[in-house]
């Protein structure tokens, strides 16, 4: 309890730089109440008007908040958000980013998750973060392989790389906890060739035998792999072709983080980089739909206009 206690404090502390006076809002759900209650009494400690709100939770990740939530959102300084369920690439979110919310979310984040990378030196990730960032500006045309048979490419002309570095010290700020990568929308439609997931899926947590998506024109045409590929189509069935949009590609940069079938621990893994389907909304790209699915890839090499940034999981940077 001591562990979690802490690593609240350092949330509300340390990542939000929460000062006396402001308003904080934390959202959570029954999976994730007994970590939506630690981040309150922390807020309480630090602020002087925190208020806890449990909502049902969510039937997929990036369904909006009820009406209501989306509305009450707009009047705080401060909100954190553990739910089972992400509420990143949400409208509710977005808007509340635009009012000056500074925004952290914690979807399904397990209690050794919250211990294990919220002590990590997060003004050390920022540098990592930077650093990065910094080399792959002006960049027009990525390419990403793995030994498990990943190779494909997308163009990134005009998008704009974004840092996830767990210090959300500004209106509008907002990324996740735990934090650690540096991401971008590909440009929709440019995306071509085959990614193989072999370490973890969003929703479906670690994987057996990888999952092989085929991509043409910047959508996944198809899925194989063991019943995991079964479950996948499943997941994305009800959002229709947007939700097998080629949506996101980051790269992991926290070295406390782990491989452990949380998407949210697992996509900050230092070495790896990940490719999500579905909404890019909330990363500065054109498809927005109720749903946003991270696959992780273990050991790639990435390249961009030819320059190896990361090679075996190794950055050359």
């Known amino acids: 309890m001591e562990e979690l206690k802490n690593s609240a404090e350092i949330a509300v502390n340390n990542c939000m730089a929460v000062k006396k006076g402001e308003t904080v809002l934390v959202i959570t759900d029954q999976p994730l109440r ?3 209650y630690f981040l309150w009494e922390a807020a309480k400690e630090a602020t002087t008007e925190a208020i806890l709100l449990e909502i049902i939770p ?15 959102m ?3 300084d401060v909100i954190l958000i553990p739910t089972s369920k992400s509420m990143t690439h949400t409208k509710a979110r977005r808007e509340a980013c635009e009012k000056g919310a500074r925004i952290a979310t914690l979807p399904g984040i397990r209690e050794e998750t919250m211990k294990r ?3 990590a030196d997060y003004h050390n990730i920022a540098k990592r973060c930077s650093k990065i960032a910094q080399a792959l500006v002006g960049g027009k045309t990525v390419k990403v392989t793995t030994s498990f048979g990943t190779d494909i490419i997308m163009s990134l002309e005009g998008r704009d790389w974004k840092v996830d570095n767990g210090l959300y010290h500004n209106p509008g700020n907002f990324g996740n906890l735990p934090a650690g990568e540096v991401y971008i929308a590909p440009l929709e439609g440019t995306a071509n060739g085959q990614v193989v997931v072999d370490g973890a899926m969003a929703g ?5 035998k990888p999952l092989k998506l085929l991509v043409r024109d910047g959508y996944v045409t198809e899925i194989s792999g063991d019943e995991k590929a079964e479950d996948l189509e499943k997941l994305i069935a009800p959002f229709g072709k947007d939700a097998k949009n080629i949506a996101e590609l980051g790269i992991g940069t926290n070295d406390k983080a782990k491989l452990c079938g949380s998407v949210l621990e697992d996509e900050k893994v230092l070495g790896t980089v990940h490719l999500a ?7 500065g ?6 749903s946003h699915l991270d696959g992780i890839l ?4 990435l390249e961009i206009d030819g320059k190896v940034i990361m090679k075996d999981g190794e950055l050359k940077i």
């Open 34 to 36: 007994k970590i939506g």
């Open 58 to 72: 969510r039937a997929s990740n990036g369904e909006e908040p009820p009406h209501q939530v989306a509305e009450l």
């Open 74 to 76: 707009k009047n705080f």
């Open 117 to 119: 990378t919220l002590s």
């Open 204 to 208: 479906l947590g670690m994987l057996k």
């Open 277 to 283: 389907i579905g909404d890019n909304k909330s990363m």
């Open 285 to 290: 790209g054109n498809i927005s739909v109720e």
């Open 298 to 301: 273990s050991k790639p090499t």
